[in-house]
């Protein structure tokens, strides 16, 4: 869980050795990882730009229109018209992502629960990086929203976790609490059984 | 309708009673063919493009601006077009126009289905329950309004607040132009908005033959207003508010015809008549029901009481049944029930069986089974994440609902 940084390879590493590094694109966030990937990423690495869409959003289109009792004409459910535009919006932001890079790169497309979906992609790999989600006005765990957090604490692979603009100053942090007690699921040692 | 062939065949619904049923329901399916065809048309002369146009520039490429938007709009097609509007033509509008900003799409989808059932109380034609029940309350159309307009943005409101909270990591994400004009530095919120505008208009103008119709479509939107006040009119006037609808649809339709920007053809498959039929069949089927013993068992849950507690748990009860078999059975099975109570209930039980839909994403308890029975494929949301946001808006948006409906009885007088 910790902003581990690209392992670059050494000088003296032979450049034969393909590394993988996956980016995560996502909405709102991705010029920040391309940027990272751009300045970070060494240069014989093969990157990957990995965007997943949530397969939820046209479920619950469709489950809207499923609801409606006896409305029947499935050619009107809203669902499957719902994951065409998504479909055509993640080649668009792809494409504006590559453009970005202005580096060779493979483009990936998922579908499902978006950070297992990064999670599953991520096996493998070099390096992901990806942006913190959250609130982003402070430093803290609050940064982290609940889909890059799940794939920071589950990610198969080194990460590289970047603000998507600035990171912010570091008095945002608050004042150590007066009195420091240990967090909750610390249990003091136990004591050695005599031999 | 088979069903309701076997109910009339094995003389648990007398054809009499049959045919009284067919004749009570005749009118209130009239008007929903016509809400439908006036939907259809909004639709073809360019409305919802229009709306995802003015939530585009509007929004300047901010999330939450856009959330309040969609809101705005979403509660207000609803109200006027009807649920089924929201959900087949606004909801794929509303996800485009986020894509295109680069938000997230979530929040404004979901919003979009909540918003269906929820901001469908304002007027009878919002919803096909009310249109069932604006028959039974005997209410005028300005009277229902009047009295439903409170619990409405009571309702709207406590989503919004909900919303705002609960999808607070997905709309601080922000949205960004696809960025290919950028390099290295960001640029300032002036200048995305700018661009936002810019590419709103781009992709209007690009969006094909049919978007040539020139910015806000006028001529709809004075029809659509005409017959909002056509509703008013006629109930004062004693004539049922259903030939207004009719009038607004002749008129879009007899324009959209004359320059053949839609057919007959498209026009009769609007107006959806299996579903009319089925609705004509549920009817029979939940009278036959109801009239076999339900009517006892359901009678004594009923509260006969119309002060604050009994309308509460009137709507409550309303909401449950809705969430086990479907809204409209539901409405069927509890108007004949309530209607002796007076108006009031009627519209508590409104308030429960479109409010309370949005505890699952189906609607209800049966067509999520159904549904899971049928292995349908795809992933559908996380049903934890939509139960939970539908803990967090139901009951809220139900109380204060009812409260301010119990507010409005006393003010205008019940």
């Not at chain 1, 080194?158 to 004042?175: H, K, N, Q, S």
């Not at chain 2, 649920?83 to 979530?106: M, Q």
């Not at chain 2, 939970?388 to 204060?400: E, H, I, N, W």
Request: charged residues 15%; glycine residues 8%; proline residues 9%.
């Amino acid at each position: 869980m910790t902003d581990a940084a690209a392992s670059v390879p050494a000088p003296d590493e032979p450049a034969a050795i393909s590394r993988t590094v996956i980016v995560w694109v996502a909405e709102g966030t991705w010029p920040g990882c391309i940027d990272a990937a751009r300045a970070l990423a060494p240069s014989p690495a093969a990157i990957v730009l990995l965007h997943a869409t949530p397969g939820e959003v046209a479920g619950a289109a469709h489950g809207a229109y499923a609801g409606l009792l006896g409305r029947g004409h499935p050619e009107r459910d809203p669902g499957p018209r719902l994951a065409e535009l998504a479909t055509a919006s993640a080649a668009e932001l792809l494409a504006a992502a590559a453009s970005r890079l202005a580096r060779p790169c493979t483009r990936t497309e998922r579908r499902g629960r978006v950070e297992r979906e990064v999670v599953a992609a991520a096996a493998g790999a070099d390096l992901l990086i990806l942006a913190r989600d959250g609130d982003r006005s402070r430093l803290g765990p609050k940064s982290l929203g609940p889909a890059s957090r799940f794939v920071v604490d589950h990610a198969p692979c080194p990460v590289l976790l970047v603000w998507p603009e600035d990171a912010p100053d570091t008095g945002t942090i608050p004042p150590p609490p007066p009195h420091r007690k240990p967090p909750p699921h610390w249990k003091p040692p136990r004591p050695k059984p005599p031999a | 309708m088979p069903a309701a062939a076997l109910v009339i065949a094995t003389g648990a619904v007398t054809p009499h009673a049959a045919l009284a049923e067919a004749q009570r329901l005749g009118p209130v399916i009239g008007f929903l063919a016509a809400v439908l065809i006036l939907a259809h048309l909004c639709d073809v002369e360019g409305l919802f493009r229009a709306c995802g146009a003015w939530m585009a520039r509007g929004s300047a490429g901010r999330p939450r601006r856009l959330l309040a938007q969609v809101f705005a709009t979403a509660s207000a097609i609803t109200a006027v077009l009807s649920l089924d509007a929201t959900v087949v033509l606004l909801t794929p509008v509303v996800f485009a126009t986020s894509a295109r900003l680069g938000a997230r799409a979530k929040p404004h989808v979901y919003a979009c289905t909540h918003l269906a059932n929820s901001a469908s109380v304002l007027l009878p034609v919002s919803n096909l329950t009310n249109l069932l029940a604006f028959a039974a309350s005997g209410l005028a159309f300005p009277r229902f309004a009047a009295l439903m307009a409170l619990p409405w943005l009571a309702v709207i409101a406590v989503e919004y607040l909900v919303f705002r909270r609960f999808f607070a990591a997905d709309l601080d994400a922000g949205a960004h132009d696809s960025g290919t004009h950028d390099s290295g530095t960001h640029d300032s919120r002036e200048h995305d908005s700018r661009e936002h505008d810019s590419r709103a208009h781009d992709s209007r103008a690009q969006a094909g033959p049919a978007d040539q119709v020139s910015g806000v479509p006028v001529f709809v939107i004075v029809t659509v207003a005409a017959t909002l006040a056509g509703f008013v009119l006629a109930s004062t006037a004693g004539v049922n508010p259903a030939w207004a609808a009719a009038a607004g649809a002749a008129v879009l339709a007899g324009r959209a015809l004359a320059q053949r920007r839609t057919s007959v053809a498209a026009i009769g498959r609007s107006a959806a008549v299996p579903f009319l039929v089925f609705v004509l069949a549920l009817g029979i089927v939940v009278q036959a029901v109801v009239g076999n013993g339900l009517d006892h068992a359901l009678g004594p849950l009923i509260p006969g009481s119309t002060a604050l507690p009994g309308l509460l748990a009137t709507a409550a009860l309303a909401a449950v049944l809705a969430n086990l078999v479907n809204n409209l059975p539901a409405v069927l099975v509890l108007l004949p029930l309530v209607a002796p109570v007076g108006a009031s209930a009627v519209l508590a039980v409104l308030l429960g069986v479109n409010i309370g839909p949005n505890l699952t994403y189906t609607g209800s308890l049966a067509t999520l089974l159904w549904r899971r029975v049928l292995h349908e494929r795809g992933s559908g949301p996380s049903l934890a994440e939509f139960t939970r946001l539908g803990l967090l808006t139901v009951p809220a948006g139900l109380a204060l609902a009812v409260l301010a409906l119990w507010g409005a009885l006393h003010a205008i007088g019940g």
